[in-house]
């Protein structure tokens, strides 16, 4: 399976931008989906999570209530929408897949996602 990450950029603290991955390879709607980011000096740090189905999400504290990630399966696509950006948000988004669904103990672990994109720049300024 391969991943594209798209849509990131520069913006003013405060603002939006919507992250999207597309993924191509059929069975899209059987993997668990995740965004992940890594800023400079830093270890990557899981962001948020989709259930195959999309009933489940999960998202790290340092997003919750800022982030909302969706997907839709008839177009293999995976999105992050990111409002109120921080300067702190400043990184490299990854997106994530794998085949096994994650529990709210594991879906924070980078190293428990087979496939991933090549990353997207996300810069905020103050």
């Known amino acids: 399976v391969e991943l594209v990450e798209s849509g990131g950029g520069l913006v003013q603290a405060g603002e939006a931008l919507r992250l999207t991955c597309t993924v191509s390879g059929s069975s899209f709607d059987r993997y668990a989906m995740g965004w992940s980011r890594q800023a400079p000096r830093q270890e990557r740090e899981a962001v948020s999570y989709i259930s195959s189905n999309a009933i489940t999400t999960y998202y790290s504290v340092s997003v919750k209530g800022r982030f909302t990630i969706s997907r839709d399966n008839a177009k293999n696509t995976l999105y992050l929408k990111m409002n109120s950006l921080k300067p702190e948000d400043k990184a490299i988004y990854y997106c994530?897949?794998?085949?096994?669904?994650?529990?709210?103990?594991?879906?924070?672990?980078?190293?428990?996602?087979?496939?991933w994109g090549q990353g997207a720049q996300v810069t905020v300024s103050s």
């Open positions: 994530a897949a794998d085949a096994f669904p994650k529990s709210s103990n594991s879906w924070h672990y980078p190293a428990n996602y087979r496939s």
